[in-house]
């Protein structure tokens, strides 16, 4: 008996705009059905503001592809290009894993995108653990090398991170500072009385 032969993925069935607006519905009755007012209030709100944020994504795609192209950057890539650079709409497809690029790309998109200059050590895919260093020349943190400024570095790369790898569910930074060895200082002494420098002889005075 010949081995079955293994059957091919289904696609995702198509979803369909007024059976997802019944179902959105249903559901909010359903929670205002049980007579917590708080649980109905909070409901409701959720979908406001999901649909609020699918609504400014799908506008920013309209305004992204009406724009004329930019040929004077030389950037090429067509319309899918300028929708990627948009954090929103990069966030939209990453979100449903339909960005075409994969994690190593939007990775350093987005650290491309922050005002730091940070290189990556290493992403742990099975624990979302993205392990960054600050490739500035001031060390962890940039700038004075505060740990305020550090922290706020840290929080632009995590926003980032936010808009265009959702994998990423922690970042840790290491400093720099700590592989550099310390300079060495030459420390000169001054010659002791009665000899020359330069060929010239020194002449002691007294206190």
Known sequence: MSAAAPSAVAPPRAVDAVEAGQRVEELLDRLTAIGDQEVGAAA????????????????????????PADHSTGGGGGPLAAL????????????HDLHPEDIDKRIARALDS???????????????????????????????????????????????????VPEVNQVEMESTTTDREPPLLQIATRPPAGTSVSGQAVEAKAP
């Open 84 to 95: 990627l650079d948009d954090e929103l709409v990069s966030s939209l497809l990453a979100l």
């Open 114 to 164: 922050v005002r730091d200059p940070v290189e990556v050590v290493g992403f742990d895919e099975e624990s979302g653990v993205l392990r960054l260093r600050s490739s500035s020349e001031a060390g962890d943190g940039g700038g004075c090398g505060c740990p305020s400024t550090g922290e706020a570095s840290r929080r632009s790369v995590e926003d980032a991170l936010a808009c265009f």
């Open 44 to 67: 409701e709100d959720l979908v406001r503001v999901l649909m609020d944020f699918y609504g400014a994504g799908l506008a920013r795609i309209v305004d992204r592809l009406s724009a």
